[in-house]
């Protein structure tokens, strides 16, 4: 019994990470129906920055990313901006390949310049701390901060869309670009401080893989669907539900290992592939209005 108990507190934990890899594709699908297949390769790209920050100036991995998070907002704007807004519009086709091209062009990079090994952000005893819950199940201080992360980045993501003028705006253009667009809404600039809000989601989702397992740039594929399934479980244009969908996601997976490890990843697809059959729009579908 203690080992089920354990399995089903470490696969809620598992699935704040799951939750934060989904948060941002989330936002931007959300936003401007942006299907971002870069995704993986950016929450990787964002750990190899991290990696690099910290190490070059003597930084522990958090403080990192705090003194990151302006120049990662920048970034993403400026992708957006300068790049993929070029692409919008109603053929899906045109920014599929330009993000697939651009997880190419990533992980090729990030070969070229740190090779094919695997990596691990170093954060000290906090790594191998742990919360003893009694009865012989342990959690450890990583992922509970992960779960709380991913909670606290839903609900920030929730403030912004229903309670500031910026919300207003992105409700307004993913309900009706056009009519936004009449209303003097500058749609580019909207995109563009979405794609900056993601890019923050996506720093701080690379931060804790980083401290949870080690990374090399061909891992990126697969976060991109474990983003895909949470955000797909949940439902489309709920940001809880994508909280949800990642819990559900890690529960599957660390109930499946309980039966047999070989099982862990299928048992997620599995799961996913049970809630795409019986709901279609997943379980807590919410427009974005």
Not at 34 to 59: E, P, R, S
Not at 67 to 89: D, E, I, K, S
Not at 198 to 226: E, H, K, T, W
Request: charged share 10%.
């Amino acid at each position: 019994m203690t080992d089920w108990l354990n399995a089903f507190i470490q696969g809620i934990l598992l699935g704040g990470l799951y939750a934060l890899f989904a948060a941002g594709l989330s936002l931007i699908f959300g936003v401007m129906r942006l299907v971002n297949l870069a995704h993986g390769d950016l929450i990787v790209l964002a750990a190899f920055a991290i990696l690099f920050v910290a190490a070059k100036l003597g930084l522990d991995p958090f403080v990192a990313v705090l003194v990151a998070l302006p120049m990662v907002f920048v970034a993403g704007f400026a992708l957006q901006h300068v790049l993929l807004n070029r692409t919008l519009g109603r053929d899906l086709l045109p920014p599929l390949l330009v993000t697939f091209g651009l997880s190419i062009i990533i992980q090729n990079g990030l070969l070229e310049i740190f090779s094919a090994d695997s990596q691990r952000l170093r954060s000290g005893a906090i790594e191998t701390a742990s919360l003893a819950l009694g009865g012989g199940v342990a959690v450890g201080v990583v992922p509970v901060l992960t779960l709380l992360s991913a909670v606290a980045a839903i609900v920030f993501l929730n403030l912004v869309f229903y309670h500031t003028p910026l919300g207003r705006a992105f409700r307004a253009t993913s309900d009706d670009l056009e009519i936004a667009q009449l209303m003097g809404i500058d749609v580019s600039r909207i995109f563009a401080m979405a794609m900056g809000l993601a890019f923050i989601v996506i720093a701080i989702a690379a931060l804790y893989l980083g401290l949870r397992a080690n990374f090399d740039p061909s891992i990126g594929p697969a976060r991109l669907l474990y983003a895909f399934e949470a955000v797909i479980i949940g439902g489309l244009g709920s940001f809880w539900g994508t909280l949800a969908g990642g819990i559900i996601l890690g529960l599957a997976q660390t109930m499946g290992a309980q039966f047999d490890p070989e099982w862990q990843i299928l048992s997620g697809h599995l799961a996913f592939l049970v809630v795409l059959v019986l709901r279609p729009r997943g379980l807590f579908p919410r427009a974005l209005d």
